[in-house]
Each structure stands twice: as structure tokens, then as C-alpha cells.
């Protein structure tokens, strides 16, 4: 069974630019996850799919980055335009339900780079 | 807030010796906890998790964890460290009840295995 694979893995971009990020979670899980960390600090939380609907995304920073998870399979996250301070890395995780119990499975992730 | 906090960013031991690291959470309600292991260019990969069934949890590749209430710690071990070993580990919590389903983590600790 394949993993979480997330697209690209690195990617440097100028700021100002358009970066789009996508997460292709394990066939089945209708729960989607987005997490980023920032050089080095924690591992933060940016929002949860359940399927195609957004279910939190209380962790979003700001109406510059959209995510969207169209028919409940794959999911994007675009960041537009680009400043310096979004710059690290940016996992997804997946899960099959949405229980506190449940596991989350994560992506290699995609490390974004903002010059 | 709720959160969860590793001591040490870096962690040290000599092939052979015992492992230890250190996590404690503060919330009012015992939260679940998960420890991750990630490993060079790979995605985080669950060790163990409490689930509020025993208190003594094992993982895999020989660690296990404790879930301390008294001491609001789950600190991970492992009786003798491989080289295999050296990566970063997160320790995470999340809430066991409530519609808010995202891992909360700690800043991570690198642990280095010397020879």
C-alpha cells in the first residue's frame, strides 16, 4: 500500500511568487491534514479536510494560502503570493477515520523555500 | 494553552546505552499522546501512542513510553540505543474528546547515536 506522497519536495521560490503544494494521502483515508514548521520550531497545525470539506482550519495563517481537496482525493495548498516568513516544511497526513485514536499517517513533505 | 513541551533539543548517547526522552503536556484532561520518529528525508512515522488504555505503552523497534498523570509526562525509552536510531522525535497530543482532531507537537529532539 502506498504512503502519503507529497509534491514537490522542495521547492525556492521568489517572494511574491505562487507556490502550489499537493498531498496525495493513502487510497482510502477521507481524512486530510495539513501541518507546516516553520526553521525548526514546532510542528503546526493548518487544517483538517474530511473528505472534499474543510473541517478546521483554524490553523490557517493568513488568506494568503488556500487549500482545496476536490472530489475528497488529492488535496492542494497554495501560497500566493510568497513572503520570506513561509518559508519551511510542509507536511500532510491522512487518516481512515477522525477519532481521537485514530493514526495519522505523514508525507516526506515539501520543503519550501522563500527568497 | 494545551500544549506539550520536550526537554532537550538534542540528545546524545553512546551505542549500547539507554535511551531517554523527555516529554511532559499540560492540560486539564489527560490528553492522548503520540511519540514520531522521523529519519532523513522521510515522513514522520508513529512509534506508540496512549490512549488512555495502559499506562505502559510499547512501540516499535523496542521503545515504549509511560504515561505518567501524577507527573503529566510520557517520556520515551529504550534500553539500549542502535545506530539506527539517530533521527528526530516528536512527541504530540490531542484532545480525547471535541471536534478538534489535529496533533499538537512538541519542538522535537534530535538524538545522536555515537559509536
Given amino acids: ?115 | 494553552a494545551q500544549s506539550v513541551t520536550q526537554l532537550g533539543s538534542h540528545v546524545s548517547v553512546s551505542e549500547g546505552a539507554l535511551v531517554l526522552l523527555r516529554c511532559n503536556y499540560s492540560s486539564s484532561v489527560p490528553p492522548y499522546l503520540f511519540w514520531y520518529v522521523q529519519y532523513p528525508n522521510q515522513g514522520l512515522q508513529l512509534l506508540l501512542k496512549y490512549t488512555s488504555a495502559a499506562t505502559l505503552v510499547k512501540g516499535i523497534n523496542g521503545f515504549e513510553a509511560e504515561f505518567k498523570k501524577s507527573e503529566t509526562s510520557f517520556h520515551l525509552t529504550k534500553p539500549s540505543a542502535h545506530m539506527s536510531d539517530a533521527a528526530e522525535y516528536f512527541c504530540a497530543r490531542r484532545a480525547p474528546t471535541g471536534s478538534a482532531r489535529q496533533l499538537t507537537f512538541g519542538s522535537g529532539t534530535q538524538l545522536t547515536v555515537l559509536p
Fill in chain 1, 1 to 115: 500500500e502506498a504512503g502519503v506522497t507529497q509534491f514537490p519536495s522542495h521547492s525556492v521560490i521568489e517572494k511574491g511568487q505562487t507556490v502550489t503544494l499537493r498531498c496525495d494521502p493513502i487510497s482510502g483515508h477521507d481524512n486530510l491534514y495539513w501541518y507546516r514548521r516553520v526553521m525548526g520550531k514546532e510542528i503546526k497545525f493548518l487544517l483538517h479536510f474530511v473528505k472534499e470539506s474543510k473541517q478546521d482550519e483554524s490553523g490557517m495563517p493568513n488568506n494568503r494560502f488556500l487549500a482545496e481537496r476536490t472530489g475528497g482525493t488529492y488535496s492542494t495548498l497554495k501560497v500566493q503570493p510568497a513572503e520570506l516568513e513561509d518559508s519551511g516544511v510542509y507536511f500532510c497526513a491522512s487518516s481512515q477515520g477522525s477519532t481521537s485514536t485514530d493514526t495519522q499517517y505523514f508525507g516526506p513533505g515539501t520543503r519550501l523555500t522563500v527568497l
